[in-house]
């Protein structure tokens, strides 16, 4: 499940990542913490009550970035990168909304938030880590592509995350930090993998695997083909194509026709999938199913395919964005978000699961900065945190526990047509959500391993 938002984070570049020269900015932008004079809402978002608001007693400067009337945060993004202008811009985006909306409310416990743009422009990811070393209390919402280079810098200075993704193996297996929907190593959600193997028996007899010559998307496909081994797949076919494209896709689509494909496994960018999918339309290929990353839920790739999208399924652990705009009973939460964005940033990108997985991370920071009250350090942040077991941001994502950092058991599906995107049936047992534990596959696979306290020389009993 959760792969799929790596490779979103990964996939709009990796075409450029030869590049010599990427541009950079070493400056720290921050939000409007100001708000809005609109306050929505009552400080509660979706079932969670009172987010934002005065608190009450007398605040204290507590630690680094928190003062008795703030808390200064760090949101990191590559919007910089001078080959992707705006890359993952909807990490700054998300969080400048919540910002804005949470201000408005009074703050969190009182305090009013900043959240300070940190651009890692793709190649300063671990030079950004150290500028938020200085001055905030903890990194929210943010990420980078290369966040592998910042972990021991980060944890040096005994920094808190909560990520609104993470890319590779050794940050998603790192020390103090939290994630909304949590993205082990060990693990990996395979209900969609279930779900097309019970509606389409025997089309695991033949199946493809596919993504660019990347080292992040190949270790991804590789979980995926465990996955697929562990259910009786068949594999037929394992493809990787240039990272820069190739200048036609007629023989990627041959190959797979010819060796008999049935299912196909796709782990790469929205656009990528949408000239394979004309390809295979143009030589009268249709396999029974193509497994599309959750990047994919992208409207550009709607864009892209139009008419010649071919059987795609996608697992999304977000509420779907079509439920909410049809307003339909139990989406409130996700009609909230879009309001909320409405309001305080209309033209920022609000249809994003990146921006989603933001907004949600700054929910769960919320929680644990108001379980601190009026004394906030890192020490109390983390003992609050450990007792979040159930969180769903609310109702914009599926059930997960960030105090176990384990994957969530709830899946859902959406399937790719030239009118949109159409939520399946996967028989929901919360919201439209399946989550039986069963969903979760135990990988064996050697997949990365994350940088702990221990390894920079620190431990938990140094928390301020």
């Excluded at 990811?125 to 990420?143: H, I, M, N, P, T």
């Excluded at 028996?201 to 033949?206: C, V």
């Excluded at 959750?294 to 550009?300: E, L, W």
């Excluded at 978000?337 to 033209?347: C, D, E, I, M, S």
């Amino acid at each position: 499940m959760d792969a799929g938002k790596r490779v979103l984070a990964v996939m709009t570049v990796v075409g450029l990542l030869a590049l010599a020269g990427c541009g950079r900015s070493g400056k720290s932008a921050s939000s409007d913490s100001g708000g809005s004079t609109q306050a929505s809402g009552s400080g509660s978002f979706g079932s969670m009550k009172n987010v934002c608001g005065k608190g009450k007693g007398t605040n204290t400067a507590s630690d680094r970035g928190v003062t008795a009337n703030s808390i200064d945060a760090g949101v990191i993004s590559d919007a910089g990168f001078t080959g992707t202008p705006g890359l993952n811009q909807e990490l700054w985006d998300a969080s400048d909304v919540f910002v804005k909306w949470c201000n408005a409310q009074g703050g969190i416990y009182g305090r009013q938030l900043k959240a300070n743009h940190l651009d890692a422009a793709l190649t300063q990811y671990k030079q950004q880590v150290l500028v938020a070393c200085q001055s905030d209390f903890a990194l929210v919402g943010g990420g980078g592509v290369f966040d592998d280079t910042g972990q021991e810098a980060r944890l040096g200075c005994l920094m808190p995350n909560f990520p609104g993704f993470l890319t590779s193996g050794k940050a998603r297996g790192s020390a103090l930090q939290w994630q909304q929907l949590p993205s082990p190593n060990d693990q990996l959600n395979i209900g969609l993998e279930k779900w097309l193997t019970a509606k389409f028996p025997g089309s695991g007899n033949s199946v493809g695997y596919l993504t660019a010559n990347v080292p992040t998307t190949i270790v991804t496909v590789n979980q995926l083909r465990e996955a697929g081994k562990s259910l009786g797949w068949k594999e037929t076919v394992n493809l990787q194509y240039a990272a820069l494209g190739e200048a036609t896709w007629i023989p990627v689509a041959t190959k797979l026709k010819s060796s008999g494909v049935t299912g196909v496994v796709f782990v790469g960018e929205p656009t990528v999938l949408a000239k394979l999918e004309a390809a295979m339309t143009a030589i009268d290929y249709k396999p029974t199913w193509i497994f599309a990353s959750a990047n994919v839920y992208d409207q550009s790739f709607l864009k892209a395919a139009g008419s010649q999208i071919i059987n795609t399924y996608l697992p999304i652990n977000n509420y779907p964005f079509e439920q909410a705009i049809k307003k339909v009973a139990g989406s409130e939460a996700m009609q909230q978000y879009l309001a909320l964005f409405q309001q305080y940033l209309p033209n920022g990108k609000a249809q994003t699961l990146l921006g989603v997985d933001a907004f949600a991370a700054w929910l769960l920071f919320a929680q644990g900065a108001n379980a601190c009250g009026n004394n906030l350090t890192r020490k109390c942040m983390y003992n609050a945190m450990q007792k979040v077991t159930s969180f769903n941001g609310g109702g914009i994502t599926a059930p997960a526990n960030p105090a176990s950092q384990q994957t969530t058991a709830c899946y859902s599906v959406v399937q790719a047509t030239p009118s949109g995107f159409v939520l399946q049936n996967v028989q929901p047992n919360s919201g439209v959500f399946n989550c039986d534990k069963g969903n979760v596959l135990t990988l064996t696979g050697d997949y990365g391993h994350g940088v702990s306290l221990a390894d920079v020389g620190k431990s938990l009993s140094q928390l301020p």
